[in-house]
């Protein structure tokens, strides 16, 4: 097997996935358990998988900085969702109890530490850090994964039933939207800057003579700005036409009440003999 699909073993990820897929049996046990739920939940705990425990890893940590960024948007953009569909109104009322849960997932918040721990995290000197400190790199991925279920709380339905004051569909479009700002921040500059943010990478071998440094970091910034943007592009059609669905009901029960109240007219007696 050529370097690049070596597949990493790292107990500590193993480890985290056994808490957080334990952590889920006893809410289960205490709060309800749904079939669709544990599906859900199961993806997203692959997910996070995917993304650290195969050769994407590998790739990731010596070669190619556009694979890095791939790895990136499955620790923020796709298991975080996962997850929190997974859990049950019971679940998340259960987790929004927890002390400090209910104010970090209100929406300013939330997007305040999304945001800024995607920027923070791309920086060049943290991002470089990274790739030379081991622990480091191990406290961004859990940092990313954590701020990615932040920034999706207040967006599903189950787990912004149970804040406080949980969103209405529109403003969770509104939401969605503009958590996709702090993408183009770090999309941007690598989309369209003609130097390299990452010494790493320039000086990592080569996969494919013809992914340039410089290529490399272009296809990274096209992740980030459309493979990120498709994830949230699908809760944003998912919550429109769920929006869409519920004025359309509403607006038929409205009418079935102004019929039903209206009064009946009497019936003819026919022409008078």
Not at 28 to 44: D, H, K, N, Q, T
Not at 205 to 211: H, K, M, N, T
Not at 247 to 263: C, I, N
């Amino acid at each position: 097997m050529i370097p690049p699909l070596r597949w990493p073993f790292d107990p500590t990820v193993y480890a985290g996935l056994l808490i957080f897929a334990a952590g889920y049996v006893l809410l289960a046990r205490e709060r309800g358990f749904r079939v669709r739920s544990g599906i859900w939940f199961g993806l997203g705990l692959l997910t996070f998988w995917l993304a650290l425990e195969t050769p994407i890893d590998t790739i990731s940590d010596r070669y190619l900085m556009s694979a890095h960024m791939a790895q990136h948007v499955l620790l923020l953009f796709v298991g975080p969702p996962l997850v929190l569909l997974g859990l049950t109104p019971g679940m998340a009322r259960a987790i929004a109890g927890v002390p400090g849960v209910a104010w970090l997932t209100r929406p300013w918040p939330a997007q305040i530490v999304a945001g800024g721990t995607l920027i923070l995290w791309h920086l060049p000197p943290l991002y470089e850090l990274t790739l030379q400190n081991e622990g480091v790199h191990v406290l961004e991925h859990v940092t990313f994964m954590a701020s990615g279920l932040v920034f999706w709380w207040p967006a599903l339905r189950a787990t912004s039933a149970a804040s406080g004051r949980p969103l209405g569909d529109g403003w969770k479009l509104l939401y969605l939207f503009a958590g996709t700002l702090p993408q183009d921040a770090v999309a941007l500059p690598l989309l369209f800057s003609h130097a390299i943010f990452y010494p790493f990478y320039a000086a990592a071998p080569r996969l494919v003579s013809w992914l340039t440094p410089a290529a490399d970091q272009e296809v990274a910034g096209a992740v980030m700005m459309l493979v990120a943007k498709a994830g949230i592009l699908i809760a944003l059609l998912v919550i429109f036409f769920r929006w869409l669905s519920a004025e359309h009901a509403a607006d038929r029960a409205v009418s079935a009440d102004l019929r039903a109240a209206q009064p009946a007219r009497p019936a003819s007696s026919g022409p008078r003999a």
